[in-house]
């Protein structure tokens, strides 16, 4: 059975990583999948693998922290497919941060990670409000992270910005429950990822050995969840923020 069959989702970031991941398995699913990235070449590449497998999908570039390209992100994707069901705010500032102290994090960088991982959520879910308000029905499912809840030495930043998600997402869950909207969270622990691979150079010697599950995280372990959350089943969960680390924090 396909979970979200005729079901239109877009997804920041969608280009590669776990945004690619995310737009592969909906699209397997049977939901008509816009890739949003500034990584446009990226993106219409995963977009083309989906069409090639049978399933419909198209590239937009968005720059998410632009009001301007959110709007026009929504509005092509009404174009095309005439509705939209789902939002996976995946889009964030990860890639190639470097670990330092936060006295030593340049304010500008500071400004520019705040602007993608808070703003661009924000502005993407204003943009995809009307539609999903007219429908009355939608979910909106926002990426945070494990070290929003166990602090992460150095990477104060980032560690903030991941908080912020899980009380943008309460706060927005609470705003738009009358309109038919849910709107939840997850929480990935450290994935290998091509990002992840930038944050630590050798993932594979990743220290395991608190996490009872006893290995690195990959993407996929991530799809269940995502799918769950996009689909019909999830109908009556909204404002939660799922960890999914193999158990390193446990709440």
């Known amino acids: ?3 979200l069959k005729e079901k239109v989702a877009i997804v920041t970031g969608g280009a590669r990583g776990l945004g690619k991941a995310f737009s592969l398995a909906m699209a397997e699913e049977g939901a008509m999948v816009v890739l949003a990235d500034v990584l446009d070449k990226e993106a219409e590449q995963t977009a083309q693998e989906i069409r090639k497998n049978g399933g419909s999908a198209l590239s937009v570039k968005v720059d998410v922290t632009s009001e301007d390209e959110t709007i026009r992100m929504a509005e092509t994707t009404i174009k095309a497919f005439g509705r939209i069901d789902i939002l996976i705010n995946n889009a964030a500032m990860f890639y190639g941060i470097s670990r330092k102290l936060f006295m030593e994090i340049p304010v500008a960088e500071w400004d520019t990670l705040m602007a993608v991982n808070l703003r661009g959520p924000f502005l993407c879910a204003r943009a995809v409000f ?8 939608g979910k909106i499912i926002n990426l945070s992270s494990e070290t929003a809840f166990t602090g992460s030495k150095n990477f104060i930043h980032y560690v903030t910005s991941k908080g912020g998600m899980v009380s943008f997402t309460r706060a927005l869950a609470a705003e738009l429950g009358e309109h038919g909207i849910c709107v939840n969270a997850l929480a990935p622990g450290l994935t290998d990822t091509e990002a992840g691979r930038t944050i630590i150079s050798d993932i594979t010697k990743y220290d395991v050995s ?6 690195l995280e990959e993407p996929k372990d991530l799809v269940g969840a995502v799918i769950f959350l996009a689909s019909d089943e999830s109908n009556f969960i909204t404002g939660q923020a799922l960890v999914i680390d193999g158990g390193r924090y446990m709440h």
Do not use: A, S, V, Y
């Open 1 to 3: 059975m396909e979970r």
């Open 210 to 215: 608190r996490t009872p599950l006893g290995r």
């Open 130 to 137: 009307p539609q999903m308000k007219k429908q009355n029905k």
